[in-house]
């Protein structure tokens, strides 16, 4: 098929300003060009790294009720919540172990007693995908089961510093405005919230991605994921 020279002039003028543009997605060649009442569109050949977005996914731990209202009304709630990316959700749980505190599972899953609240969009991550589960399984090394702390190292830090990394900034400050209220008045937080759970004998080798049981659940049997 043979095109007239002032649609193929227009083309490469488009095609230049696209790729000074990674924010266009098509080319258009309007009626000015081709002298006729057609506009041509036309994807282009090229496209730029397809960027990765990055999710940090909500949950509400505190029953509906007059007590979590109340909280709400003063701008403080109970949360857990953990990052979505690649299509997975990564958290962090306490443990008495010294390995991994992070876990995987589906996006939104949530878990036994807690209600998924809203999933809040971070941006967009310019590393590559294998730059991303690098950084992944360096948080997992860094975020061990036995080093969590209700009000200074829980599931929330772990996912704004995660996002951190990823996108440059970390989680709204209102998820995680309980636990530092508690830094401030510690003696207010009994002991057996703060540290790791006594969990079962049942164990997994350190060096894979395991699903213990959050300090704000229940312990059970660890199951690899």
Not at 83 to 111: C, I, Q, S, W
């Amino acid at each position: 098929m043979h095109f007239p020279n002032n649609i193929v002039r227009s083309f490469f003028h488009n095609l230049t300003s696209l790729a000074n543009n990674r924010n266009s997605s098509t080319i258009t060649i309007s009626q000015n060009d081709t002298n006729d009442n057609t506009n041509i569109t036309i994807e282009p050949l090229i496209q730029g790294p397809k960027k990765i977005p990055v999710y940090v996914n909500v949950y509400d731990m505190l029953p509906k009720g007059k007590v979590a209202d109340f909280g709400y009304r003063l701008g403080v709630g109970i949360f857990h919540s953990g990052v979505e990316v690649l299509g997975r959700e990564y958290n962090f749980g306490g443990h008495v172990y010294d390995y991994t505190g992070v876990f995987v599972m589906r996006p939104k899953a949530g878990f036994p007693n807690v209600t998924f609240k809203e999933s809040i969009k971070m941006g967009y991550t310019e590393l590559e995908k294998e730059e991303v589960i690098l950084i992944i399984k360096e948080l997992s090394e860094e975020f061990r089961g036995n080093t969590y702390n209700l009000l200074t190292r829980n599931c929330n830090h772990f996912s704004g510093e995660l996002c951190k990394r990823l996108v440059g900034k970390s989680t709204p400050g209102w998820i995680n405005r309980a636990a530092k209220l508690g830094t401030y008045f510690p003696c207010m937080v009994p002991n057996g919230w703060i540290d790791p759970p006594e969990c079962d004998e049942t164990t997994i080798q350190s060096e894979q991605l395991h699903q213990p049981q959050s300090q704000h659940m229940n312990c059970a049997t660890n199951t690899q994921v």
